[in-house]
C-alpha cells in the first residue's frame, strides 16, 4: 500500500504539496506515482525564477519505462530546484516525501491552497484507480 | 484479463508488477527494472516467455518449403539441433515477423515466433505451405522459460543434474544448438538478452517446478522491462518497434540474416531485396548514443543540419551504461554526429554501430 503522509496536501495528478513555515511550498511526486512509474533515471527541473499557473507543466519525471510530466499544483514563482536529482533521481523511489523533493515555490494565491486533495481525498483517490 | 502462462500464479506471489502484453498477461518487473537489469549482467535471471509461439513444420519437402518461406536460407544448418535467425518476408520485402528456426533432422524443423504476430504468422505459414503438404503444428502444450546471465549455464545444470540425463547433453551444447529429448523438453543455447545462457522449451506442467528449482538456485525472476533494455543494449531488433511489414531487413540492419547465395533459391521478397539493393538502399537503422543527461524514446525525431533525417524506433535509458540508446531509421547518407528533438529541444548524439554491449562489457 502506498504512504500518504497525513500533513501534504495531493493534487488528483499525483503531486504532493508541503506548506512551509514562511509561506512557500514544497512539491514532489507522489508514493504512488513513483511506484506507477518504476525506477527513475531522469528528472528535468523547472528554471528558478519561472512562474506557473495551476495546472502548467512544469518538470518531467522519467523512468525507464516512460517519460511523465509534472504539473504545477499551484500558481506562483520557482524558487529553488532540487540539485541532488541531477545525479541521483533514484532518491525520488527511496525517499519520494524527503529528499526526492523536486522544487519550490511561492504562491500567487494562497487562497488555492483550498482546492487541493488533503491525504483522505487523496488516499481515496487511488485506492479506486 | 489476457491470457495467462502456466507460471502467471508464480509472478504474481513473486509479487510482479503484471501488464498487458499482446493480449497476455505478462510479468513487468518484481520490483525494480533496473536491479533485474544488472542482474542478467551480472549473474543470472530467468524469464518466463512462454507468450511466444512454438511452431513445429515436419514432412517430405519441409526444408523445401522453409527455403522458399524465409529469407535466412537453411541449408546453412548442416548439423541437429543448430538454430538460425531469420526474417519472414511478404511479397513486397517487408518483414512479417523475425524468428528462430531449429534444425531437428531433415524432416523436421521447429520455428519460435513472436508472441504479438502469432495469428497472423500460421495465417502466412499456413497459406505458402499449402502446396508443399506440411504438417504445421502449433505447440500451445509448451511453456518457455529463458535463463540469462554470466552464471546462467552452471546454474541450469545444477538444476538438470536432478532431471535424468539432460545435463550432459545440454552442457555440450554450443552456441546457438539446441538438445531435444523425448518428453518434450528442448533447450537451446541461445537467448535476447547479449548474455550466455539457455532457453528452455518444456511442457506446461514442468514450467511451474523447473522455475523454482532455478529459483532455489539462486537465479532471480526478471520481467518483460529488464528483458526490453537487455535487447536493446544488445543490439536486438523487436519486432513492429524497430521493422515491421512496411521495412525490410535491408532497412532493419538484417542484412546480415538475408542469404543471397545461390543465387537461384527463390524465397519470398527476393525480387524487391535484389532491386531494393541495386538502386541503393535509402534508409538504415543505426545506434544513437545520447553523451548529456536525458532519455531517448521511441519516435522521436532524428535531425541533421536542422533537417529531419528519421526517426528513434527503440529508445530508452540503458541501465549497463547510464546513459540513454536508441535505434533510429535515418538517412543512409547520416554521419558521425546527429541531433534529436525531445520534447522541442535538440540534443546532441553519436551514431553508433550496435551493440551497445556485449557480455556485460559496453562496447560504444
Known amino acids: 500500500m502506498s504512504n500518504v503522509p497525513s500533513e501534504l496536501r495531493f493534487t488528483k495528478s499525483h503531486e504532493w504539496i508541503r506548506l512551509e513555515d514562511d509561506g512557500s511550498v514544497t512539491i514532489g511526486i507522489t508514493d504512488h506515482a513513483q511506484d506507477l512509474l518504476g525506477d527513475l533515471v531522469f528528472v528535468e527541473t523547472p528554471e528558478v525564477g519561472a512562474t506557473y499557473a495551476t495546472g502548467d507543466d512544469c518538470a518531467v519525471v522519467e523512468s525507464v519505462k516512460a517519460a511523465s510530466d509534472v504539473y504545477s499544483p499551484l500558481s506562483g514563482e520557482v524558487t529553488q530546484t532540487n540539485e541532488e536529482l541531477a545525479d541521483a533521481p533514484e532518491v525520488i523511489n527511496t525517499d519520494p516525501y524527503g529528499k526526492g523533493w523536486i522544487f519550490k515555490m511561492t504562491l500567487a494565491d ?17 485506492a479506486a484507480e | 484479463m489476457g491470457k495467462q502462462t502456466p507460471l502467471y500464479k508464480a509472478h504474481v506471489e513473486a509479487s ?17 527494472q533496473m536491479k ?19 511452431v513445429d513444420l515436419s514432412g517430405e519437402r519441409v526444408a523445401e518449403f522453409l527455403r522458399y518461406l524465409l529469407a535466412n536460407n537453411i541449408d546453412r544448418l548442416k548439423q541437429p539441433g543448430k538454430a538460425l535467425y531469420t526474417c519472414m518476408l511478404n511479397e513486397e520485402g517487408g518483414v512479417i515477423d523475425d524468428l528462430i528456426v531449429y534444425y531437428i533432422n531433415d524432416r523436421f524443423y521447429r520455428m519460435v515466433v513472436n508472441a504479438s504476430t502469432r495469428e497472423k504468422d500460421l495465417a502466412w505459414i499456413e497459406k505458402q505451405a499449402a502446396s508443399f503438404n506440411i504438417d504445421i503444428n502449433e ?25 535424468g540425463n539432460k545435463k550432459e547433453r545440454v552442457a555440450e551444447l554450443g552456441q546457438f544448438f539446441m538438445a531435444m529429448f523425448d518428453d518434450d523438453w528442448a533447450i537451446a543455447r541461445t537467448g535476447y538478452t547479449g548474455e550466455d545462457g539457455y532457453e528452455v522449451i518444456l511442457p506446461n506442467k514442468d514450467a511451474t517446478p523447473f522455475w523454482d528449482d532455478c529459483v532455489a538456485q539462486g537465479v532471480k525472476p526478471a520481467g518483460l522491462g529488464a528483458r526490453d533494455t537487455l535487447r536493446l543494449e544488445a543490439g536486438m531488433n523487436l519486432y513492429g518497434s524497430d521493422m515491421d511489414e512496411t521495412t525490410t531487413p535491408l532497412e532493419s540492419a538484417l542484412g546480415w540474416t538475408v542469404a543471397w547465395e545461390p543465387e537461384e533459391r527463390d524465397f519470398i521478397g527476393r525480387n524487391i531485396l535484389v ?34 533525417a528519421g526517426e528513434i524506433t527503440s529508445g530508452s535509458y540503458a541501465p549497463s551504461l547510464g546513459k540513454a540508446i536508441a535505434f533510429a531509421r535515418v538517412s543512409a547518407d547520416i554521419g558521425e554526429r546527429a541531433k534529436v528533438d525531445i520534447r522541442g529541444k535538440q540534443v546532441d548524439v553519436r551514431v553508433v ?12
Open chain 1, 110 to 126: 494562497e487562497g488555492e491552497l483550498d482546492g487541493l486533495l488533503d491525504a483522505t481525498a487523496y488516499g481515496e483517490q487511488i
Open chain 2, 16 to 32: 510482479a508488477r503484471i501488464v498487458d502484453f499482446g493480449g497476455w498477461d505478462m510479468p513487468l518487473h518484481y520490483g525494480s
Open chain 2, 36 to 54: 533485474e537489469h544488472e542482474l542478467v549482467r551480472n549473474s543470472a535471471g530467468i524469464f518466463d516467455v512462454s507468450h511466444m509461439t512454438v
Open chain 2, 139 to 163: 505447440r500451445d502444450d509448451l511453456a518457455m522459460i529463458a535463463v540469462q546471465g554470466p552464471q546462467a549455464r552452471e546454474k541450469v545444470h545444477a538444476v538438470l543434474s536432478k532431471l
Open chain 2, 275 to 308: 532491386a531494393q539493393k541495386s538502386a541503393g538502399v535509402k534508409r538504415k537503422l543505426v545506434g544513437l548514443l545520447l553523451e548529456e543527461k536525458g532519455v531517448l524514446r521511441n519516435h522521436q525525431a532524428v535531425l541533421v543540419d536542422g533537417l529531419e
Open chain 2, 353 to 364: 554501430k550496435p551493440p551497445f554491449v556485449r557480455n556485460g562489457k559496453a562496447v560504444v
